[in-house]
Protein backbone atom coordinates (compact mmCIF):
# COMPACT_ATOMS: atom_id res chain seq x y z
CA UNK A 1 0.00 0.00 0.00
CA UNK A 2 1.30 3.50 -0.60
CA UNK A 3 2.63 6.02 2.26
CA UNK A 4 0.77 8.55 2.91
CA UNK A 5 3.47 10.62 1.28
CA UNK A 6 6.89 9.16 -0.41
CA UNK A 7 9.06 11.34 -2.40
CA UNK A 8 12.06 10.27 -4.56
CA UNK A 9 14.34 13.79 -4.86
CA UNK A 10 16.56 13.65 -7.29
CA UNK A 11 19.60 15.51 -7.65
CA UNK A 12 22.32 16.07 -10.88
CA UNK A 13 23.28 19.85 -11.14
CA UNK A 14 26.93 19.62 -11.20
CA UNK A 15 29.38 16.60 -10.23
CA UNK A 16 27.07 14.24 -8.18
CA UNK A 17 24.65 12.27 -8.78
CA UNK A 18 21.86 11.63 -5.88
CA UNK A 19 19.18 9.92 -5.27
CA UNK A 20 17.37 9.85 -1.98
CA UNK A 21 13.45 8.67 -0.21
CA UNK A 22 11.61 10.76 2.29
CA UNK A 23 8.65 9.18 3.55
CA UNK A 24 6.14 11.29 5.23
CA UNK A 25 8.85 14.17 5.92
CA UNK A 26 11.36 11.73 7.23
CA UNK A 27 14.38 10.83 5.08
CA UNK A 28 15.18 6.91 4.65
CA UNK A 29 17.52 6.69 2.26
CA UNK A 30 19.89 9.20 0.98
CA UNK A 31 22.54 7.86 -1.42
CA UNK A 32 25.17 10.47 -3.41
CA UNK A 33 27.74 9.29 -6.24
CA UNK A 34 30.83 11.82 -6.64
CA UNK A 35 32.24 12.01 -9.80
CA UNK A 36 36.18 11.26 -9.60
CA UNK A 37 36.33 11.90 -13.46
CA UNK A 38 37.20 15.66 -12.96
CA UNK A 39 39.46 15.01 -10.52
CA UNK A 40 42.36 15.08 -13.03
CA UNK A 41 41.28 18.02 -14.70
CA UNK A 42 40.72 20.17 -11.49
CA UNK A 43 37.34 21.03 -12.00
CA UNK A 44 34.59 20.25 -13.39
CA UNK A 45 33.76 19.00 -16.98
CA UNK A 46 30.12 19.74 -18.44
CA UNK A 47 30.42 17.92 -20.92
CA UNK A 48 32.16 14.81 -18.64
CA UNK A 49 29.54 15.68 -15.88
CA UNK A 50 26.56 14.81 -18.23
CA UNK A 51 27.68 11.64 -19.42
CA UNK A 52 28.50 10.19 -15.77
CA UNK A 53 25.12 11.54 -14.79
CA UNK A 54 24.18 9.37 -17.54
CA UNK A 55 25.42 6.52 -16.43
CA UNK A 56 24.90 6.01 -12.75
CA UNK A 57 21.65 7.77 -12.07
CA UNK A 58 19.68 4.28 -12.57
CA UNK A 59 22.25 2.93 -10.71
CA UNK A 60 21.76 5.45 -8.07
CA UNK A 61 17.66 5.48 -7.62
CA UNK A 62 17.93 2.01 -7.43
CA UNK A 63 19.71 1.49 -4.84
CA UNK A 64 18.10 4.66 -2.60
CA UNK A 65 14.81 2.59 -3.42
CA UNK A 66 16.62 -0.68 -2.09
CA UNK A 67 17.81 1.22 0.94
CA UNK A 68 14.30 2.90 1.68
CA UNK A 69 12.76 -0.94 1.08
CA UNK A 70 10.29 0.24 -1.48
CA UNK A 71 10.07 0.04 -5.07
CA UNK A 72 8.83 2.30 -7.58
CA UNK A 73 4.91 1.99 -7.07
CA UNK A 74 5.00 3.05 -3.54
CA UNK A 75 6.51 6.40 -4.72
CA UNK A 76 3.47 9.42 -4.22
CA UNK A 77 5.87 12.00 -6.36
CA UNK A 78 9.09 12.71 -7.53
CA UNK A 79 10.96 16.10 -6.84
CA UNK A 80 14.20 17.21 -8.80
CA UNK A 81 16.53 19.81 -8.87
CA UNK A 82 15.63 22.09 -11.76
CA UNK A 83 18.16 24.92 -11.74
CA UNK A 84 20.68 26.27 -11.04
CA UNK A 85 23.23 24.10 -12.40
CA UNK A 86 25.23 22.82 -15.49
CA UNK A 87 22.56 22.64 -18.41
CA UNK A 88 23.80 18.84 -19.41
CA UNK A 89 23.98 17.90 -15.89
CA UNK A 90 20.58 19.07 -14.92
CA UNK A 91 18.82 17.84 -18.20
CA UNK A 92 19.52 13.78 -17.12
CA UNK A 93 18.11 14.37 -13.69
CA UNK A 94 15.39 16.54 -14.99
CA UNK A 95 14.44 14.09 -17.66
CA UNK A 96 15.17 10.86 -15.71
CA UNK A 97 11.98 12.59 -13.30
CA UNK A 98 10.09 13.45 -16.13
CA UNK A 99 9.63 9.50 -17.24
CA UNK A 100 8.99 8.73 -13.49
CA UNK A 101 6.31 11.08 -13.06
CA UNK A 102 4.87 10.24 -16.40
CA UNK A 103 5.01 6.29 -16.37
CA UNK A 104 3.78 6.02 -12.51
CA UNK A 105 1.33 8.44 -13.20
CA UNK A 106 2.50 11.18 -9.92
CA UNK A 107 3.41 14.43 -9.74
CA UNK A 108 6.53 15.99 -10.78
CA UNK A 109 7.80 19.09 -8.52
CA UNK A 110 10.73 21.57 -9.70
CA UNK A 111 13.14 22.10 -6.79
CA UNK A 112 15.72 25.07 -7.28
CA UNK A 113 18.77 24.04 -5.83
CA UNK A 114 19.68 27.20 -3.79
CA UNK A 115 16.79 26.77 -1.52
CA UNK A 116 16.92 23.03 -1.31
CA UNK A 117 20.09 23.68 0.41
CA UNK A 118 18.65 25.90 3.09
CA UNK A 119 15.62 23.03 3.35
CA UNK A 120 18.69 20.68 4.39
CA UNK A 121 18.25 22.28 7.48
CA UNK A 122 14.43 21.14 7.89
CA UNK A 123 15.39 17.42 7.87
CA UNK A 124 16.64 17.25 11.16
CA UNK A 125 15.50 20.75 13.01
CA UNK A 126 12.27 22.64 13.77
CA UNK A 127 13.18 26.07 12.51
CA UNK A 128 12.15 29.57 13.83
CA UNK A 129 11.32 32.16 11.52
CA UNK A 130 12.31 34.52 10.19
CA UNK A 131 15.60 32.48 9.95
CA UNK A 132 18.74 34.48 8.81
CA UNK A 133 21.15 31.69 6.48
CA UNK A 134 24.50 32.30 5.16
CA UNK A 135 24.34 29.66 1.68
CA UNK A 136 28.08 28.97 0.84
CA UNK A 137 29.01 26.71 -1.95
CA UNK A 138 31.12 25.87 -4.75
CA UNK A 139 28.91 28.29 -7.03
CA UNK A 140 27.35 30.77 -4.98
CA UNK A 141 27.43 32.81 -1.45
CA UNK A 142 24.52 34.61 -0.09
CA UNK A 143 22.97 36.30 2.74
CA UNK A 144 19.04 34.67 2.85
CA UNK A 145 15.97 36.06 4.38
CA UNK A 146 14.05 33.46 5.12
CA UNK A 147 10.62 33.98 6.35
CA UNK A 148 8.98 30.68 6.21
CA UNK A 149 10.28 27.20 4.67
CA UNK A 150 10.21 27.79 1.31
CA UNK A 151 9.67 31.96 1.55
CA UNK A 152 12.79 33.33 1.06
CA UNK A 153 14.34 36.67 0.10
CA UNK A 154 17.80 37.00 -1.19
CA UNK A 155 19.52 39.88 0.78
CA UNK A 156 23.41 39.74 0.32
CA UNK A 157 25.14 37.82 -2.52
CA UNK A 158 28.48 37.84 -4.20
CA UNK A 159 29.74 40.46 -7.22
CA UNK A 160 32.02 37.67 -8.47
CA UNK A 161 33.31 34.37 -7.09
CA UNK A 162 31.84 32.49 -4.77
CA UNK A 163 33.57 31.35 -1.64
CA UNK A 164 33.83 27.79 -2.23
CA UNK A 165 35.96 28.76 -5.54
CA UNK A 166 37.97 30.53 -3.57
CA UNK A 167 38.38 27.47 -1.68
CA UNK A 168 39.48 25.06 -4.45
CA UNK A 169 40.98 28.14 -6.44
CA UNK A 170 43.58 28.20 -3.21
CA UNK A 171 43.69 24.83 -3.41
CA UNK A 172 44.50 24.30 -6.87
CA UNK A 173 47.39 27.10 -6.60
CA UNK A 174 48.82 25.37 -3.50
CA UNK A 175 48.76 21.96 -5.94
CA UNK A 176 46.32 19.99 -3.31
CA UNK A 177 44.20 18.66 -6.40
CA UNK A 178 40.42 19.51 -6.81
CA UNK A 179 38.02 20.17 -4.57
CA UNK A 180 40.17 22.40 -2.61
CA UNK A 181 38.24 23.14 0.57
CA UNK A 182 38.22 19.98 2.26
CA UNK A 183 41.68 19.52 1.86
CA UNK A 184 42.87 23.27 3.02
CA UNK A 185 40.53 22.79 5.76
CA UNK A 186 42.66 19.63 6.81
CA UNK A 187 45.66 20.73 6.76
CA UNK A 188 44.78 24.11 8.66
CA UNK A 189 43.51 22.15 11.42
CA UNK A 190 47.52 21.58 11.84
CA UNK A 191 48.53 25.46 10.95
CA UNK A 192 48.03 28.98 12.74
CA UNK A 193 46.05 31.13 11.36
CA UNK A 194 47.37 34.32 12.13
CA UNK A 195 50.63 33.82 10.69
CA UNK A 196 49.63 35.63 7.58
CA UNK A 197 47.14 38.22 6.79
CA UNK A 198 44.73 38.32 3.60
CA UNK A 199 42.60 41.29 2.68
CA UNK A 200 39.09 41.61 2.55
CA UNK A 201 37.10 43.46 0.46
CA UNK A 202 35.02 46.69 1.75
CA UNK A 203 31.78 46.85 -0.36
CA UNK A 204 27.76 47.59 1.17
CA UNK A 205 25.63 46.28 2.96
CA UNK A 206 25.36 42.48 2.91
CA UNK A 207 27.75 42.04 -0.82
CA UNK A 208 30.62 39.49 -0.66
CA UNK A 209 33.36 39.53 -2.93
CA UNK A 210 36.28 36.82 -3.23
CA UNK A 211 37.93 37.60 -6.50
CA UNK A 212 40.44 40.14 -4.66
CA UNK A 213 41.62 37.52 -1.83
CA UNK A 214 41.98 34.65 -4.25
CA UNK A 215 44.77 36.62 -6.34
CA UNK A 216 46.12 38.55 -3.40
CA UNK A 217 46.83 34.20 -2.45
CA UNK A 218 48.34 33.94 -6.18
CA UNK A 219 50.61 36.60 -5.64
CA UNK A 220 51.54 36.00 -2.18
CA UNK A 221 53.19 32.67 -3.42
CA UNK A 222 54.78 34.23 -6.32
CA UNK A 223 56.26 36.75 -3.97
CA UNK A 224 57.26 33.88 -1.06
CA UNK A 225 58.21 31.14 -4.18
CA UNK A 226 60.98 33.59 -5.36
CA UNK A 227 63.39 33.72 -2.51
CA UNK A 228 62.81 30.30 -1.59
CA UNK A 229 61.47 27.83 -4.13
CA UNK A 230 60.05 25.79 -1.37
CA UNK A 231 58.00 28.37 0.29
CA UNK A 232 54.71 26.90 0.30
CA UNK A 233 55.65 23.39 0.49
CA UNK A 234 57.01 24.32 4.22
CA UNK A 235 54.36 26.14 5.14
CA UNK A 236 51.36 24.80 4.06
CA UNK A 237 49.43 24.31 7.34
CA UNK A 238 49.95 27.54 7.96
CA UNK A 239 48.84 29.50 4.67
CA UNK A 240 45.62 27.35 5.05
CA UNK A 241 44.63 27.98 7.72
CA UNK A 242 45.92 31.59 7.63
CA UNK A 243 43.28 31.57 4.49
CA UNK A 244 40.70 29.71 5.79
CA UNK A 245 40.41 32.20 8.46
CA UNK A 246 40.18 35.37 6.29
CA UNK A 247 37.62 33.67 4.42
CA UNK A 248 35.85 32.70 7.66
CA UNK A 249 36.32 36.43 8.68
CA UNK A 250 34.55 37.52 5.89
CA UNK A 251 31.75 35.75 6.01
CA UNK A 252 30.74 35.74 9.44
CA UNK A 253 31.88 39.87 9.32
CA UNK A 254 28.88 40.60 7.05
CA UNK A 255 26.20 37.84 9.29
CA UNK A 256 27.09 39.73 12.50
CA UNK A 257 26.08 42.79 10.55
CA UNK A 258 22.87 41.96 9.34
CA UNK A 259 22.13 40.01 12.56
CA UNK A 260 22.36 42.89 14.56
CA UNK A 261 20.51 45.10 11.85
CA UNK A 262 17.49 42.56 11.22
CA UNK A 263 17.30 41.13 14.10
CA UNK A 264 16.14 37.64 13.04
CA UNK A 265 14.91 34.70 15.24
CA UNK A 266 17.38 32.60 14.41
CA UNK A 267 20.41 32.02 12.23
CA UNK A 268 21.25 29.10 9.44
CA UNK A 269 24.31 27.70 7.54
CA UNK A 270 23.95 25.44 4.72
CA UNK A 271 25.98 24.66 1.21
CA UNK A 272 29.01 22.80 0.72
CA UNK A 273 31.60 24.77 2.40
CA UNK A 274 29.31 25.07 5.60
CA UNK A 275 31.42 21.16 5.91
CA UNK A 276 34.24 23.68 6.90
CA UNK A 277 34.69 23.21 10.67
CA UNK A 278 35.76 26.86 11.60
CA UNK A 279 32.86 28.46 9.75
CA UNK A 280 30.50 25.94 11.83
CA UNK A 281 32.38 26.74 15.34
CA UNK A 282 32.46 30.30 14.36
CA UNK A 283 28.30 30.48 13.58
CA UNK A 284 27.68 28.55 16.63
CA UNK A 285 29.73 31.12 18.64
CA UNK A 286 27.77 33.83 17.17
CA UNK A 287 24.91 32.22 17.37
CA UNK A 288 25.18 31.84 21.24
CA UNK A 289 26.94 35.48 21.31
CA UNK A 290 23.66 36.61 20.01
CA UNK A 291 21.86 34.20 21.75
CA UNK A 292 19.89 33.13 18.46
CA UNK A 293 19.46 29.60 17.75
CA UNK A 294 21.88 28.62 15.11
CA UNK A 295 21.44 25.66 12.54
CA UNK A 296 24.14 23.68 10.40
CA UNK A 297 22.79 20.55 8.41
CA UNK A 298 24.40 17.25 9.22
CA UNK A 299 27.60 16.48 7.16
CA UNK A 300 25.38 14.35 4.62
CA UNK A 301 23.38 17.30 3.98
CA UNK A 302 25.88 20.08 3.80
CA UNK A 303 27.20 19.27 0.02
CA UNK A 304 25.51 18.52 -2.70
CA UNK A 305 22.36 15.65 -2.09
CA UNK A 306 19.01 14.53 -2.93
CA UNK A 307 17.64 14.25 0.44
CA UNK A 308 17.64 18.23 0.78
CA UNK A 309 15.71 17.94 -2.90
CA UNK A 310 13.28 15.89 -1.60
CA UNK A 311 12.72 17.57 1.75
CA UNK A 312 12.30 21.17 -0.48
CA UNK A 313 9.97 18.84 -3.09
CA UNK A 314 7.97 17.92 0.12
CA UNK A 315 6.71 21.49 1.03
CA UNK A 316 5.99 22.23 -2.49
CA UNK A 317 3.90 19.30 -2.74
CA UNK A 318 1.69 20.42 0.43
CA UNK A 319 1.51 23.74 -1.85
CA UNK A 320 0.53 21.43 -4.76
CA UNK A 321 3.09 23.32 -6.72
CA UNK A 322 4.00 21.10 -9.70
CA UNK A 323 5.53 21.47 -13.31
CA UNK A 324 4.58 19.76 -16.47
CA UNK A 325 6.80 17.58 -18.65
CA UNK A 326 7.90 20.51 -20.92
CA UNK A 327 9.29 22.20 -18.55
CA UNK A 328 12.95 22.97 -18.56
CA UNK A 329 16.03 23.04 -16.36
CA UNK A 330 17.62 26.53 -15.60
CA UNK A 331 20.81 27.07 -15.43
CA UNK A 332 21.25 30.58 -13.64
CA UNK A 333 20.31 31.59 -10.59
CA UNK A 334 16.79 32.86 -9.63
CA UNK A 335 15.67 34.63 -6.53
O1 LIG B 1 27.12 22.76 -2.28
P1 LIG B 1 28.23 22.05 -2.96
O2 LIG B 1 28.40 20.58 -2.71
O3 LIG B 1 28.11 22.21 -4.52
C1 LIG B 1 27.60 23.35 -5.12
O4 LIG B 1 26.34 23.49 -5.18
O5 LIG B 1 28.45 24.17 -5.52
O6 LIG B 1 29.58 22.84 -2.59
C2 LIG B 1 30.84 22.42 -3.06
C3 LIG B 1 31.90 23.33 -2.47
C4 LIG B 1 33.28 23.15 -3.09
O7 LIG B 1 33.79 24.42 -3.45
C5 LIG B 1 34.11 22.54 -1.96
O8 LIG B 1 35.48 22.88 -1.99
C6 LIG B 1 33.43 23.14 -0.74
O9 LIG B 1 32.05 23.09 -1.06
N1 LIG B 1 33.71 22.39 0.49
C7 LIG B 1 34.45 22.89 1.52
C8 LIG B 1 34.52 21.88 2.49
N2 LIG B 1 33.82 20.79 2.04
C9 LIG B 1 33.32 21.13 0.81
N3 LIG B 1 35.05 24.09 1.67
C10 LIG B 1 35.73 24.30 2.81
N4 LIG B 1 35.86 23.38 3.79
C11 LIG B 1 35.28 22.17 3.68
N5 LIG B 1 35.40 21.27 4.67
ZN1 LIG C 1 24.94 22.89 -4.01
Same mark, same amino acid.
Given at each position: ? *????? =??????????????? %????????????????? /??????????????????? !??????????????????????????????????????????????????? !???????? @?????????????????????????? %?????? @?? /?????????????????????????????????????????????????????????????????????????????????????? /?? !???????? %?????????? *?????????? =??????????????????? !???? @??? /?????????????????????????????? =?????????????
Amino acid at each position: M *KQAST =ILGIESSCDDTAAAV %LQNGKIVSNITSTQKVH /EIYGGVVPELASRAHQSSI !IPVIDVALKNANISLPDLTAVAVTQGPGLMGSLMVGLNTAKALSMSLNIPL !IGVNHLQA @HVAALYIEHQVQFPMLCLLVSGGHTQ %LIWVKD @HM /EMEIIGSTIDDAVGEAFDKAGKLLGLGYPGGPQISKLAQSGDPNTYKFPDSSLPEYQFSFSGIKTSLLYFLRDNSKENPDFAKNNL /EN !ICASYENA %LVNMLTKRVK *KALKNLNPKS =IGLVGGVSANSVLRNAMVE !IGKT @HEK /ECYIPDFQYCTDNAGMIAKAGSYLLEKNQF =IDISTLPFSKSKA
